[in-house]
Every structure is written in C-alpha cells, then in structure tokens.
C-alpha cells in the first residue's frame, strides 16, 4: 500500500541526484533526453547521447545496440519530471536499471557546477 503522494516502487528503476562523475564512473549510458533546442540552449553532458524522449519502443530502438552489455542507463532532462515519468516505463521494458537524475539539468549545470558542452550535430 502507498502513502499518499508516494511514486510507486518499480524495480529496476531509481530518481536520484548524481553528479556526472558518478554517472561516468559507473560505466552508465547517459541519455538526455530533451529536444534539440533545449539542448542548444544550455549545452549538454560531454558524451551523453543526445536522443529525445517521444515514446519508449523508438527510444529503445535508438539506444538498444548501446545497453546490450547490460549497464545502467541514466536519464536526463531540464528539472527530473520528464525524466521520471520515462524511467517508469523503460524500467519495464529492460533488464538494465533506469536511474532518472533528479532535479536534471538545473541541478547538474545549475546546484552541481557542471560546465555542460554544446551538442555535437
């Protein structure tokens, strides 16, 4: 039974705050998944794969050959939300654990310091 305003536990699924350092360390493919133009407007993680999020078989698709090897995927987005909502539904769909980065963005570039790069077309 869930308390009120609690998000239901999925295994193999995580909403955390990490910094890159500890994405990188744990060998996890990064994936931000915004659109195009947010990622042009405040850069993006150096080495993250740059795949928006529109619905999850196109998703998986587009980084199936990438998790194969089974390693942790880290989800990021502008605040955590959509990032969340995504993570949910991946963590359904794949063996590999889903960690969606809280507080995305704003919390990397903005709380943490990180000094995002711009994306590379």
């Given at each position: 039974m869930f308390g009120f305003?609690?998000?239901p536990k999925i295994e193999?699924?995580?909403h955390k705050v990490?910094?890159?350092d500890e994405m990188k360390a744990a060998g996890a493919l990064i994936v931000d998944?915004?659109?195009p133009p947010e990622w042009?407007?405040?850069g993006v993680i150096e080495g993250a794969r740059l795949v928006t999020f529109q619905?999850?078989?196109s998703f998986l698709d587009a980084i199936k050959d990438e998790i194969g090897d089974g390693r942790d995927?880290?989800?990021v987005c502008r605040s955590g939300s959509r990032t969340?909502?995504?993570g949910m539904y991946l963590a359904q769909m794949v063996e590999n654990n889903v960690i969606s980065a809280a507080g995305g963005m704003i919390e990397i570039a903005g709380r943490q310091g990180y000094q995002p790069v711009a994306p590379q077309p």
């Open positions: 305003g609690a998000a193999g699924f995580e990490m910094s890159v998944i915004r659109t042009y407007q405040t619905e999850p078989q995927i880290v989800l969340q909502a995504a």
